[in-house]
């Protein structure tokens, strides 16, 4: 289950959630980090990532294209800014508008803690820039989205269902 710490992305906070996962620290650190593993569980509930790719470097690039249960597609794209295998991840993304401009950039960065053989998670997610007044939505539906993108993670990594 997931705790929601904060709720609004536009704090210097920005929205901060921590859960527990049943898997070991290792094993959730790699779902976030294998572009193979991130397709499965990332996004909200019914969502699919036909296209999933990171380089799980300082520098490396993310971009990913999530399909929702409507058949529409939202493309995001980002760079990974630090990499602590395997205790925190920390990457900005922005959402791609209808005319593949960034929306927004988002600052996330990720802890695992081990908890005698399951994860802490602790994920903090920060708005860095607002470039489009349609951005309005997805920054509203930020908890929610990300509530449910942890549950499927959670699911993902205890070698539950794949999503």
């Known amino acids: 289950m997931n705790t929601i710490l904060s709720t609004d992305p536009k704090t210097d906070e920005g929205l901060v959630i921590s859960c527990l996962i049943d898997a070991p620290r290792a ?9 193979d593993y991130l397709a499965k569980w990332w996004g909200p509930t019914g969502f699919t990532n036909p296209v999933c790719q ?54 996330t960065t990720v802890d695992f803690d081990e908890k005698s053989g399951k994860t802490e998670l602790l994920m903090r997610a920060r ?25 499927r993670l959670a699911a993902f990594a205890a070698g539950g269902d794949e999503c």
């Open 127 to 151: 708005l860095l820039e607002i470039f489009s007044d349609n951005a309005s939505a997805a920054l509203e539906g930020m908890p929610v989205g990300w509530s449910q993108t942890l549950d």
């Open 27 to 35: 094993a959730v650190f790699a779902a976030w980090t294998n572009s």
């Open 54 to 107: 990171i380089d799980p470097t300082p520098g490396g690039a993310i971009y990913i294209e999530m399909c929702g249960p409507d058949g529409t597609i939202y493309p995001m794209n980002g760079a990974v800014l630090e990499v602590q295998t395997p205790s925190r991840f920390g990457f900005a993304s922005s959402a791609l508008g209808s005319d593949g401009q960034p929306m927004f950039t988002v600052h």
